[in-house]
Structure formats: C-alpha cells, structure tokens
C-alpha cells in the first residue's frame, strides 16, 4: 500500500470521486481529508447490535438504517462524516454514495475519538435540519447519552444506565440497554467489559 502524506488536500467534488476507491474510509474536513482510525472489539460489537436492532425495529416501516461505510453530507461541499450508525426516514436520500438527510446519528465513542465526535462533530451535525437525535454511545461501560432537539429547536440531553430501556423518539424505538429479566436482544449483547475480563 503507498504511503499516504498525513495533510491530504483536495477539493469536495475530488474527495467524492477518491475517497470510494480507496481501501480505507477518509472524512472530509473543509478541504482536508481525514483517515479514520481502527475500532476495538467492543465499539464493533456495539455498532453491529446498534444497526441490527434498528434495522429489525424498523423493517416495515420507511427508514434505512446505514452502518460503518456510509457517510453523511454534514456541509454540502465542506464537510462528510462516517457515523457509525445513522439512520433516515426521508425519501429525499436518494444519493448512492451518501446520506443528506438523517434524522439519527450514533456514535460509538473511543478513547481516539471521543473528543471529535463530542466537540467537533457535534456542532457540526445539529446544524442540518432534518436531524432529531445525536447518540453518544459509552464502550468502558454500559450508558447511553442522547442529545435531542425539542420543539424549541433546543437540544436537551436525557442519560441511560445499566438495566434501562433506551428510547429513540425520532424513530419511535425503545431498545433495552443491557440484560433486563429475558431480553436477549439488547445494546451491550457479547461486550465484555474490562473489569469482568479482569475478573475472568
């Protein structure tokens, strides 16, 4: 593989026409292109239950749910962002390459990337308009903080723990956040967290 320069410059219309020929995924910020890091076997794990259940929940209804490798029009032109999972309800998201209008984002945070998705991203993704819900996803331990806009157009922080039944209001889905009674399908579903793999 050729080694790449570590600032890689170029224009929106050239990252849109690169960046899918190329082996790794690259987000793009107002003009520099941005390799993505490598996840760990927890983020994956929690990504993959995140799009299963969503996908399942919303089988009969009009919304896709996208995973990892597609990106999302955060600033036509200036900025395109990998979520890990995002979802869309509007038929207006017609683009093979990329979604413009989601009504979900989730994040599943890293120590590498924790910072971004909470201080750099975040800004960025609640400027689109058809945007109700941002997800930020723990990985040490089970706990979910999802940031939604009210009717207000203000965005309102509502915090879930171990045991609890996650809700997801812009797609009207609740998910169970780790094992509650018989829930098998739930969000932390074979993560191994570090102190019991300590404990093991």
């Not at 929106?12 to 520099?32: C, I, N």
């Not at 036509?76 to 999972?85: E, I, R, S």
């Not at 965005?155 to 879930?160: D, K, N, Q």
């Not at 570090?194 to 093991?200: D, F, G, H, R, S």
């Amino acid at each position: 593989m050729v080694a790449l320069p570590d600032n890689i410059l170029m224009s929106a219309e050239e990252y849109l026409v690169w960046e899918p020929t190329q082996e790794e995924r690259y987000e793009y910020w107002d003009g520099e292109v941005v390799m993505m890091s490598g996840a760990t076997r927890n983020h994956n794990r929690i990504s993959a239950n995140f799009f299963k259940l969503l996908d399942d929940a919303l089988a009969d209804r009009s919304c896709e749910v996208y995973i990892v490798d597609v990106k999302v029009q955060v600033e036509p032109g200036l900025k395109y962002f990998y979520p890990d999972v995002v979802v869309t309800c509007d038929d207006r998201d017609r683009d093979p390459q990329l979604i413009q209008y989601p009504c979900l984002i989730i994040e599943v945070l890293s120590p590498s990337t924790e910072a971004a998705d909470r201080g750099k991203k975040f800004p960025k993704y609640r400027q689109s308009p058809t945007l109700q819900e941002y997800v930020l996803v723990q990985v040490a331990q089970p706990g979910v903080e999802v940031f939604r806009r009210n009717k207000q157009g203000k965005w309102v922080l509502s915090e879930y723990n171990s045991g609890e039944i996650l809700r997801l209001e812009s797609v009207d889905v609740e998910i169970a956040m780790s094992t509650t009674g018989y829930a098998y399908a739930h969000l932390y579903r074979q993560v191994q967290f570090e102190a019991e793999a300590t404990e093991n």
